[in-house]
């Protein structure tokens, strides 16, 4: 008969032998991307008809603000296709209720004329446009909507680091970001959500997600 | 080598020597797989996060293992109206008596320490699983050494009671 402390050991053992070393997932959750995948194609049907709405209120609306007097062009787009941290701008963040405006408010919000973005574009694989404001703030309807608008609940962690976040700092959250377990977050709009986060906090960091970013443990995205 | 590519390299390093044992250890206290890699995860980030504010680099194991402690209790408090925890041992049992019987008595103390309270689940596992001392589990949950060894005795306690109990 073993004591009751070597059965605890024994029946610690039982239970935990059962997770084998080669079955861990690399330091950012290389195992995560195939839920990652399926829980993200659920959404696709659904942004995909999203994208086409939003398109067409989009049409109607941003040549009418093109043509407003005295408005400057919008850089949004030339920003969203530039490379990652590549001289992004310091920039006054929103405010606190513009942040946590839910997307349709303030999508509609900046929409209206006279006013510095323009409604939201939401594509098939969730990203969106346009990143920016006019005067080169972030969006705060695209803030809105990786800060929880896309996906209830869920805000990338590269999004709530403080701005006096290292690299390494910032490396650590894309990855977990786009690895992590039950993450919904692509490598364009895992990209999107470090865009935003680059200009509000003034980040100089080379990160591009599309075109290779080594995440340890998990390989090159 | 810069500093930033020394640090990655550094957890990179702690990951692999005791990623296994920490998910091992929360699963005990999580009862569930994918949430002890969770927490793990977690708690690796957050040492990435405050890598620079680490005085004491060979307190990194300690720090991560209260990191897994505190990341079990925030999952239990969430999950604690749904549903209990439920530790399983292997489910593959060979046919041989003895083995059988051995995987019952061990299913039976599993499910008695299912129903202990927090802290003695805590204590028990920091002690029989990771076979720390008094003083570093009084460390890792931050309570005295004393409080310890009186949680420790209550729990194999509770269990001797419960397990002579049963049928």
New interface residues.
């Given amino acids: 008969m073993t004591s009751l402390e070597d059965r605890l050991r024994d029946a610690y053992r039982a239970v935990t032998d059962t997770v084998r070393e080669d079955e861990l997932p690399g330091l950012y959750g290389k195992r995560a991307r195939n839920r990652r995948r399926g829980r993200f194609s659920a959404f696709a049907p659904l942004a995909a008809a999203a994208a086409v709405v939003v398109a067409i209120v989009a049409g109607v609306a941003v040549p009418k603000l093109a043509s407003s007097p005295g408005r400057p062009a919008s850089p949004a787009s030339s920003r969203a296709a530039r490379p990652a941290g590549t001289g992004v701008s310091k920039a006054a963040a929103p405010s606190a209720l513009e942040r946590s405006a839910p997307m349709a408010t303030s999508s509609a919000s900046r929409a209206a004329p006279g006013l510095p973005c323009p409604a939201l574009t939401v594509g098939a694989d969730g990203s969106v446009a346009p990143l920016y404001c006019a005067d080169g703030t972030d969006n705060p309807a695209a803030l809105a909507y990786y800060e929880g608008g896309w996906v209830k609940g869920f805000t990338p962690k590269v999004l709530v680091l403080p701005a006096t976040a290292s690299y390494g700092q910032v490396v650590g959250a894309v990855c977990a970001d786009i690895f992590g377990h039950g993450s919904p977050m692509g490598l364009q709009t895992e990209q999107q959500a470090y865009d935003l986060a680059a200009n509000r906090a003034g980040w100089r960091y080379h990160i591009n997600t599309v075109n290779g970013l080594s995440c340890p443990g998990a390989g090159t995205s | 080598m810069s500093m930033?590519a020394l640090?990655?390299l550094e957890?990179?390093d702690l990951?692999r020597d005791h990623?296994?044992g920490l998910?091992?250890?929360a699963?005990?206290l999580t009862g569930d797989?994918?949430a002890?890699?969770?927490i793990v995860?977690d708690a690796?980030?957050g040492l990435?996060?405050r890598?620079?504010k680490v005085r004491d680099p060979g307190r990194m194991l300690g720090y991560l293992r209260i990191a897994v402690v505190n990341g079990s209790r925030s999952r239990h408090r969430r999950y604690l109206a749904a549903r209990r925890i439920r530790?399983?041992?292997?489910a593959t049992v060979p046919s041989a008596e003895a083995t059988v019987v051995?995987?019952e008595?061990?299913r039976a103390?599993?499910a008695v320490?299912d129903a202990l309270p927090r802290r003695q689940r805590e204590v028990?596992?920091l002690k029989?699983?990771l076979d720390l001392g008094e003083q570093e589990i009084a460390e890792i949950l931050g309570i005295s050494r004393g409080t310890v060894a009186s949680t420790a005795s209550r729990a194999?306690t509770a269990?001797?009671r419960q397990?002579r109990e049963e049928p």
């Fill in positions: 930033r640090t990655q957890i990179e990951y990623a296994l998910v091992r250890f699963l005990l797989r994918a002890a890699e969770d995860q690796f980030l990435h996060q890598w620079d530790l399983e041992p292997l051995a995987a008595d061990q103390l599993l320490i028990l596992a029989y699983f194999l269990l001797a397990l």
